[in-house]
């Protein structure tokens, strides 16, 4: 009996307690936005900022870039905005030759490596593979190789 007195106690308590609790729901993670802002206003600054660090001459670029040099001329004296695509193939370049530069040890080593067409398991590699995202991939792929000590 003195269980079931006790019982009832506890769940007039907890029937009280109850309309004070809350359940705090933990927050959800959104992207962030700067990454879009980011791509929208890159402009020829932002890229003469990678492009002075490399030692791709203007037609190297503009091939890599798949945009003839012309256009890069105009997006100079307008200091104008990239396109998304060619913002996202900048950035995507760039990540390729910060990993570059750190398995080499420097910028030198790495571009001496790019433009000697080396050879991978799946092919070969050049300085035209920075045009496509495959070809991007496929050098940060033998970077790691490289990297982890496997060389084939």
Not at 9 to 34: D, F, G, H, Q
Not at 94 to 121: A, T
């Amino acid at each position: 009996m003195e269980k079931s007195k006790s019982h009832k106690a506890n769940l007039a308590i907890n029937k009280t307690n109850t309309k004070a609790l809350k359940v705090a729901e933990p927050e959800v993670p959104y992207p962030s936005v700067k990454s879009t802002s980011l791509l929208k206003d890159f402009n020829y600054k932002d890229f003469k900022k990678i492009a002075d660090n490399v030692p791709f001459s203007i037609k190297e670029w503009a091939d890599i870039l798949h945009i003839s040099e012309r256009t890069l001329q105009r997006y100079s004296k307008a200091n104008s905005n990239f396109t998304f695509s060619v913002v996202d193939r900048i950035l995507q370049i760039d990540k390729v030759i910060k990993k570059g530069i750190h398995v080499f040890g420097s910028l030198n080593k790495f571009n001496l490596w790019i433009r000697d067409n080396p050879y991978m398991l799946e092919g070969r590699l050049s300085l035209q593979s920075l045009g496509s995202i495959d070809g991007c991939n496929m050098i940060m792929i033998q970077l790691g190789r490289i990297e982890h000590g496997i060389l084939a």
